[in-house]
């Protein structure tokens, strides 16, 4: 037998190489099953009941929280399957920023599906065919129960963000994080110009985390919020009427490009450089007086000191406020939210440069002080939230519960339709799918059954998770779906039945739901292709 072009004759004069059918098998359940764990370690932090995860990193850091998203980011993954369902909650995170939990749930219930067809003998390219035209025919579904939302009804957005924030930990300040939920959006939302929905940029909305207080303190400020104090000794605290500069510059000594030592061996040329020094500053000082500005942000400077305590000293002299050490990062935010641009030398540090903003105060707490901004009158669409609570664990949540409440209004601005929650989308979609796999031909008819199958796993886990039993509730919510009267039957965790979720106003965005069926369908339609894992030589 001639060996083929380009193979390798070794193998070709041994033939058993290609009779080993059981490895594919083998790979493809090790994967699912890997892929499964994954999915099984979070399914308890589903809905408004699921439990808390606490993370411990390895400096000891303790994170508290019930977002899949947060949890599978800091959980140590090795299994290469196990990852892509890490990579499809980071991607859900990205595409729509709520539903991560869910989105990995479905995965793991499709996965499982998937693992009973192949023991049945359907081959995977076959079942990855079925899932998809399943997920065409779930999309039409959830589609088709949507409810369009006017965006300029701040209730519909309302009732969104605060199904969203029910499942967190900080659910019981759902009443007070929605609302600023829904007015930063607001305030940020730029209309599509004859088209449907708004854009959302969510770098617009700056959530700053200070400890001190409760999550009740937590507030929305229109303008800048600066997250320290000034710099000041002597200066200023508060300026009505602010004339503000922003440079990135540094008013200090200037230092040499390399590392250098400088000996001075008498005091006259000890005296001469600390005399050029002072100079060298009061010359930067009197330019700023000279524009009129009385408010100062210095970019920090990485080469060295920004600000010299001579330099402070000065400002304090003419009445500046100064704010030093703002972020490279936050530069664009801080000129897009003044409407100022930065000042690269002392050359252009003139009068037209410079913004003017009704009041700049600096705001004493019991965490600490910071900057506050407002009346920028020339600036863009941005917003601060200031999130407050009693301990570092506390507040990181609180900003983690408020950035998912953001981009779940985000995700109706985009789309704007809402869905009512509680389970009631999939179990619509699970219904719809039996239906049809009764009249589906061939492999066909497994497959539809399977995926309809695999999406009753959110109302099941809701119901779980609620100390419900599960199979009751599913059996009364397949009933509800099935006869065709309640469109909007969903999980009531909090009376322990089944009900209309519009009539309780728990309400999802269509984005969401959708983006989660989409994922997890390729996600495990790309695991199921996998026959074989190679590890590459180093």
Do not use: W
Not at 361 to 376: A, D, F, H, Q, W
């Amino acid at each position: 037998m001639a060996p083929k072009a380009g193979g390798d004759s070794a193998n070709v004069n041994n033939p058993s190489v290609y009779k080993d059918k059981s490895k594919p098998n083998d790979i493809r359940l090790s994967n699912i099953n890997a892929a499964k764990a994954v999915s099984d370690a979070i399914r308890t932090s589903l809905g408004p009941r699921g439990m808390d995860k606490m993370i411990q990193a390895a400096n000891g850091e303790v994170t508290i929280t019930n977002d899949g998203a947060t949890i599978l980011k800091q959980i140590n993954v090795i299994h290469p399957a196990a990852k892509m369902l890490v990579e499809l909650s980071r991607a859900q995170d990205i595409e729509a920023g709520d539903g991560t939990t869910s989105v990995v749930v479905i995965a793991g219930a499709l996965l499982d599906a998937a693992e009973k067809l192949l023991q049945k003998g359907i081959h995977p390219t076959v079942i990855s065919d079925g899932f998809q035209k399943a997920l065409q025919m779930a999309l039409q579904v959830v589609e088709n129960m949507s409810t369009p939302v006017d965006l300029s009804n701040e209730d519909a957005l309302l009732k969104a963000a605060a199904t969203s924030l029910n499942s967190k930990v900080v659910s019981q300040h759902s009443t007070i994080l929605a609302p600023i939920a829904v007015q930063a959006i607001c305030a940020v939302m730029e209309p599509i110009p004859g088209g449907v929905g708004a854009r959302v940029d969510l770098r617009d909305v700056k959530v700053i985390e200070r400890i001190g207080g409760t999550v009740e303190d937590t507030k929305l400020v229109q303008g800048l919020v600066i997250a320290h104090r000034a710099a000041n000794v002597n200066g200023p605290h508060r300026i009505e009427k602010a004339k503000v500069g922003l440079i990135q510059f540094c008013i200090s000594p200037p230092k040499t490009d390399m590392d250098h030592n400088v000996i001075v061996s008498d005091y006259a040329a000890m005296d001469r450089v600390l005399k050029e020094e002072r100079q060298y500053i009061l010359n930067i000082v009197k330019q700023i007086k000279k524009a009129g500005c009385n408010v100062l942000l210095v970019q920090k400077s990485i080469l060295r000191d920004a600000l010299s305590d001579l330099a402070i000293h000065f400002l304090d002299k003419i009445k500046t406020m100064v704010i030093k050490d703002i972020e490279r990062e936050d530069i664009e935010f801080v000129c897009k939210t003044l409407g100022c641009r930065p000042i690269a030398s002392l050359d252009h540090f003139t009068p037209e440069n410079l913004v003017n903003v009704d009041l700049v105060e600096e705001v004493n707490e019991s965490g600490g002080k910071y900057i506050k901004m407002t009346g920028c009158s020339q600036g863009g669409r941005t917003v601060c939230v200031v999130t407050r609570g009693s301990s570092g664990a506390v507040v990181a949540e609180a900003a983690r519960s408020l950035h998912d409440a953001l981009c779940v209004v985000r995700c109706v601005a985009r789309r704007p339709a809402l869905l009512p929650g509680g389970g009631a989308p999939e179990a619509a979609a699970a219904a719809a799918l039996s239906h049809a796999a009764l009249v589906a031909p061939g492999a066909d008819h497994y497959c539809l059954r399977a995926y309809a199958d695999a999406l009753e796993v959110i109302p099941s886990t809701l119901a779980e998770n609620a100390g419900l039993n599960p199979i009751e509730t599913v059996t009364e919510l397949r009933a509800a779906h099935a006869s065709g009267s309640a469109g909007g039957a969903g999980v009531n965790v909090r009376r322990g039945r089944v009900t209309d979720m519009r009539h309780e106003h728990v309400l999802q965005p269509l984005h969401v739901t959708a983006s989660a069926f989409a994922l997890a369908t390729e996600t495990v339609r790309s695991i199921l292709k996998i026959d074989d894992i190679v590890n590459t030589m180093n």
